[in-house]
């Protein structure tokens, strides 16, 4: 799948064809905020780790997000739901290295741990974002990022 150039990169290159390049969202960047992890995680067993988590994945990523791709806070949603799902993963793996993949079930028996049915709903959701944000290797080698060139005017790029 090959993601589509940038308007302003058609513009550049004169294949800005109106008919073609005109029906697409054009957002203008902006800061992301971080939002209030306990409104987001809530308060419960083990959630100030969660939340701890979620906040370092995003004073991680969303400075290289803003950078990379020019996120907009109309987009940070996502973003959002990818730092809480990690956290929410990282939570999970530590309940199956406390507790290991199998556990006494209700009846006596051995049976799969809980947490890798998480680990495995939360993968999907991860796989998912990362393609939206560009966060895996093969998602960011499709990602068209272009430079303004020294002669570009950005005054009137946003009006």
């Given at each position: 799948?090959?993601?589509?150039?940038?308007?302003?990169?058609?513009?550049?290159?004169?294949?800005?064809?109106?008919?073609?390049?005109?029906?697409?969202?054009?957002?203008?960047?902006t800061?992301?905020?971080?939002?209030?992890?306990?409104?987001?995680i809530?308060?419960?067993?083990?959630?100030?780790?969660?939340?701890?988590?979620?906040?370092?994945?995003?004073?991680?990523?969303?400075?290289?997000?803003?950078?990379?791709?020019?996120?907009?806070?109309?987009?940070?949603?996502?973003?959002?739901?990818?730092?809480?799902?990690?956290?929410?993963?990282?939570?999970?793996?530590?309940?199956?290295?406390?507790?290991?993949?199998?556990?006494?079930?209700?009846?006596?028996?051995?049976?799969?741990?809980?947490?890798?049915?998480?680990?495995?709903?939360?993968a999907?959701?991860?796989?998912?974002?990362?393609?939206?944000?560009?966060?895996?290797?093969?998602?960011?080698?499709?990602?068209?990022?272009?430079?303004?060139?020294?002669?570009?005017?950005?005054?009137?790029?946003?009006?």
């Open positions: 799948m090959t993601l589509a150039k940038p308007i302003d990169q058609h513009k550049r290159e004169g294949t800005y064809r109106p008919d073609r390049h005109s029906d697409r969202l054009l957002l203008s960047p800061e992301l905020t971080e939002p209030d992890w306990s409104t987001v809530g308060d419960g067993p083990g959630a100030d780790k969660v939340k701890a988590d979620a906040s370092d994945i995003w004073s991680r990523i969303v400075p290289a997000l803003s950078a990379a791709t020019r996120i907009t806070d109309a987009q940070r949603e996502v973003v959002v739901s990818f730092c809480t799902a990690q956290a929410r993963m990282w939570e999970a793996e530590r309940f199956i290295s406390r507790d290991g993949l199998l556990v006494v079930g209700a009846n006596g028996v051995l049976v799969k741990n809980p947490a890798t049915t998480v680990v495995n709903t939360y999907g959701i991860l796989r998912a974002a990362r393609v939206e944000l560009g966060l895996s290797p093969s998602a960011a080698a499709r990602i068209t990022v272009t430079a303004l060139s020294e002669g570009d005017e950005t005054d009137d790029l946003w009006d």
